[in-house]
């Protein structure tokens, strides 16, 4: 497909938001997690290690993410991680141990780190290499022009 006719097709648009809510949930992890744990009486050298959880798991969790969507799918890979992102941090105003809150903050990063793996083979998959480029491009502006507004301003 060219670009034209991708932006026409709800495929596109659904990923574009998908980008853009998960892109936002990221942010606000990477942005916010910090402050969450200095918030609840952390002293900073314990907050610090929510964010290297997050780290950790959104680089090393791509590993896994690439067989699971190889083998299971890169809908299904990009759903039960998305899922699992969502009850993490719906979870996360109920936790205040140090480990809950890295543990929750290392499923999102996981999540995270599926978002970039996982998205750029889906988009190939669903409109062909012609104008990838391009294509991926335009999905990218849900993150880069969208998302870094959306997180932390909902979550701040």
Known sequence: MNVQD?????????????????????VSMITLSMSYGLSNGMALESAVLILNAFNATNGAGRLISGYLSDNIGRNLTMSITFFAAGLAYFFFPYSSSLL?????????????GTLFLVSAPLVSDCFGLQHFGAIFGMVFTAYGFFAGLLGPSLSG
Do not use: D, E, H, Y
């Open 6 to 26: 991708c932006i026409r097709t709800r495929s596109f648009w659904l990923l574009w938001i998908i980008w853009a809510i998960q892109g936002a949930a990221g």
């Open 100 to 112: 809950t809150c890295a543990a929750l903050a290392a499923v999102i990063g996981f999540s995270f």
